[in-house]
């Protein structure tokens, strides 16, 4: 059964959140964020590290996914994947890219925009170490946005390392690792009533600095 268009037009929610002012933000967006983040590990928000990647081919067209934030810290934000899947390709390609959080239990969301850039072997190798068993497998035969015939066949290269690497330690593959994100421009978006939303947002103003503007929702 459809919705009717109706329906989802007077789909509307009424924001009676905290505000969020220049006056009160960090001076440094990366603080703030992680003033937020806490927040949402507070509330007991479902995968508060899940946000969406946005990248572009590079003929530009856009293509969006939900990933998960695994680290984030004075440098930028961290996010692990498989470099010949389509996200990781089109990163090679146009290493430009925009994340978004959303935590809709708090009336918030935070925009990303920044360049992206692999990280070391080793910090990629020291993340891949600390995953479970069935992921670091999972990683290892799994030819990530590739046609497959069936899903029996991926399941069976699954059985058969888990054999292999049974009583021996499973290799990182040379195609798989960390991304990190370095922001240019960050959001911090507050829902409130009437649509007056709070939108405070950070502009890299050279290394050491940012430029902090509000903007009209």
């Given at each position: 059964?459809?919705?009717?268009k109706?329906?989802i037009?007077?789909?509307?929610?009424?924001?009676s959140?905290?505000?969020?002012?220049?006056?009160?933000?960090?001076?440094d967006p990366i603080k703030?964020?992680?003033?937020?983040?806490?927040?949402a590990?507070?509330?007991g928000?479902?995968e508060?590290?899940?946000?969406?990647?946005?990248?572009t081919?590079?003929d530009?067209?856009?293509?969006?996914?939900i990933v998960?934030?695994?680290?984030y810290?004075?440098?930028?934000f961290?996010f692990y994947s498989n470099y010949?899947s389509?996200?990781?390709?089109e990163i090679?390609k146009?290493?430009?890219?925009?994340?978004?959080?959303?935590?809709?239990?708090l009336g918030r969301q935070?925009?990303i925009?920044?360049t992206?850039?692999k990280?070391?072997k080793?910090?990629s190798?020291?993340y891949?170490?600390?995953?479970p068993?069935?992921?670091?497998i999972?990683?290892l035969?799994?030819?990530q946005s590739?046609?497959?015939?069936?899903k029996d066949?991926?399941?069976?290269?699954?059985k058969e390392a888990e054999?292999?690497?049974?009583d021996?330690p499973?290799?990182k593959p040379?195609?798989w690792g960390?991304?990190?994100v370095k922001?240019?421009?960050i959001?911090?978006w507050?829902?409130?009533p009437s649509?007056l939303?709070d939108?405070?947002?950070?502009?890299?103003a050279?290394?050491?600095?940012?430029?902090?503007?509000?903007?009209?929702?």
């Open positions: 059964m459809s919705v009717k109706e329906t037009e007077n789909l509307r929610q009424e924001y959140s905290e505000k969020l002012s220049k006056r009160d933000v960090a001076k703030q964020f992680g003033k937020w983040f806490k927040e590990m507070d509330a928000i479902y508060p590290n899940a946000m969406t990647l946005a990248t081919s590079i530009r067209k856009p293509s969006a996914r998960l934030l695994k680290g810290e004075d440098r930028g961290l010949l389509a996200k990781g390709k090679a146009n290493p430009v890219v925009a994340l978004v959080f959303h935590w809709a239990e935070v925009r925009e920044g992206v850039e990280l070391s080793e910090e190798e020291r891949f170490n600390s995953r068993k069935e992921s670091r999972g990683a035969v799994s030819p590739q046609v497959i015939e069936t066949e991926l399941e069976q290269n699954w054999l292999r690497y049974a021996k499973i290799p040379a195609h960390g991304y990190l922001p240019q421009v959001e911090f507050q829902g409130r649509r939303h939108r405070i947002v950070y502009k890299k050279d290394k050491q600095s940012w430029k902090i503007v509000r903007l009209a929702p």
